[in-house]
């Protein structure tokens, strides 16, 4: 492990407002660097989530089924490579590994500038999605290691703000293409986005070996000076590569519950990208224009409140309860939308909007509780593997919620709300025993600890 980083200047951190707050957070290198990737990175990921279902639709021609299964496909290879992302990460460079991905990923999303038919969409989306999941594990790992434990989260609730903020200037960039209306509108900003998408990785240059995996003692080419095998050492370094074997996630139950339990409740992230703007236009009288209303909503409630609600949640106990409050809101946002449903216009709009306001604080505290337990429960030598895990979980989730979300509220109303509603709260529940569980023994090895 490395020396944990400096924590900003207590004057620097007491400024109020969220600049303040960026700002003293940037005092580290480490998240400095990857603030700055991220901030690039992230607006040409904005473009491209603007354009992209119209880009296939009426740019290339795509029908509504085959853009569908060309993003299916994108998620299904990301599953894959959010786990060999991490996996990769204990053995080589980190932070040489999330360059080349955030590079590859780059260059293969400016080449969907050049894509004319359904099989190129589909190779493309399929490396894009596979390449931008490798980075994403990549940079997990770089944060598991490049900070002390009370600052992962807050590393990671800062991130989620700046990224928030480029999707939003992204998107912004993107109208510009929606406005035209051109192939030729369309195309360029596709390959802009791209190319900032590549620039974006350059930041990552500047981090230093700290945040990679230590060197693992090899096996075989342990000398004596006089030039024999020395067999004590050999010994030694195979011992130290078993024991390193053992510690992998998929032999740690408790992890796997985790991770499981957290691509479930995750799936409410389908219900914003999903449920709801169906909800809304297909069972509600609200206009169509309350789909981008609720995303600002979401959006400007994340930006103000994910780093202040991720304090503290690097504790164990905090973190299960907030993850417990969270499922409790999720709840609420459930029932709240089942219940605009048939009601006038204006008081559609107004139940939406309380219930995109619960639903956004659910997803910022289950984020904080989620981000302190994945980080404190894994074993740090294999902070990479653990982090991969968690990942490909979360990308399970995302992969799935269309279905569930569309064969639980979409089907069958109020009544099909109330089993997403009891299926988030089933998740939360869980988490929180295992968070429970897990702080209770460490309060108890404490002493232990301590005496010898």
Not at 183 to 202: D, F, H, K, M
Request: hydrophobic fraction near 55%; charge should be positive; proline fraction near 4%.
């Amino acid at each position: 492990m490395t020396s944990p980083r400096p924590d900003p200047d207590p004057i620097e951190a007491s400024k109020p407002g969220l600049i303040g707050r960026l700002r003293a957070s940037l005092s580290d290198p480490v998240l400095r660097a990857l603030v700055t990737a991220t901030a690039v990175s992230r607006i040409g990921r904005g473009v491209f989530f603007a354009v992209t279902v119209l880009f296939f639709t009426q740019i290339i021609g795509l029908s509504p089924a085959q853009a569908a299964v060309v993003l299916a496909v994108s998620s299904g290879c990301g599953v894959i490579a959010s786990f060999l992302g991490g996996w990769l990460a204990d053995r080589w460079s980190a932070r040489r590994l999330a360059f080349g991905f955030e590079v590859c990923g780059g260059l293969l999303l400016a080449s969907y500038a050049f894509v004319g038919d359904f099989v190129s969409a589909l190779v493309l989306a399929s490396l894009s999605g596979f390449f931008d999941s490798l980075g994403y594990s990549s940079r997990s790992a770089i944060i598991a290691r490049g900070f002390a434990s009370e600052r992962r989260v807050h590393a990671r609730a800062v991130l989620r703000t700046v990224t928030n903020l480029s999707i939003a200037a992204g998107s912004g960039l993107g109208a510009v293409a929606l406005a035209l209306g051109t192939p030729e509108a369309y195309r360029t900003v596709i390959a802009v986005a791209g190319i900032l998408g590549a620039l974006g990785s350059l930041p990552l240059l500047r981090l230093t070996s700290a945040v990679d995996a230590p060197a693992r003692t090899p096996v075989t080419g342990q000398l004596t000076p006089t030039g024999s095998i020395d067999t004590e050492a050999a010994t030694a370094a195979l011992a130290e590569r078993r024991d390193w074997s053992r510690r992998s996630p998929w032999r740690d139950p408790r992890y796997l519950l985790l991770s499981v339990l957290s691509a479930v409740f995750g799936m409410q992230f389908g219900v914003a990208e999903f449920g709801v703007p169906l909800w809304i236009t297909q069972n509600t009288n609200a206009p169509e224009v309350m789909v981008a209303v609720l995303l600002i909503v979401n959006t400007t409630l994340v930006v103000l409140f994910q780093v202040r609600a991720s304090r503290g949640t690097h504790d164990l106990a905090t973190a299960g309860r907030v993850t417990m409050v969270a499922g409790w809101l999720m709840v609420a946002a459930c029932l709240i939308y089942a219940l605009a449903a048939g009601l006038p216009a204006w008081a559609a709009i107004v139940i939406l909007i309380a219930g995109m306001i619960a639903h956004t604080f659910a997803e910022i505290l289950s984020q904080a509780g989620a981000w302190g337990l994945s980080f404190e429960l894994a074993d740090p030598v294999r902070a990479g593997a653990y982090q991969g895990v968690f990942g490909m979980g979360f990308s399970l989730g995302a992969l799935a919620s269309p279905i569930v979300v569309n064969a639980t509220a979409i089907t069958f109303g109020l009544a099909g709300w109330a089993m997403l509603a009891a299926i988030f709260l089933a998740a939360a529940i869980g988490i929180w025993a295992i968070a429970r569980r897990a702080a209770t023994s460490a309060a108890a090895s404490a002493p232990t600890t301590a005496t010898a």
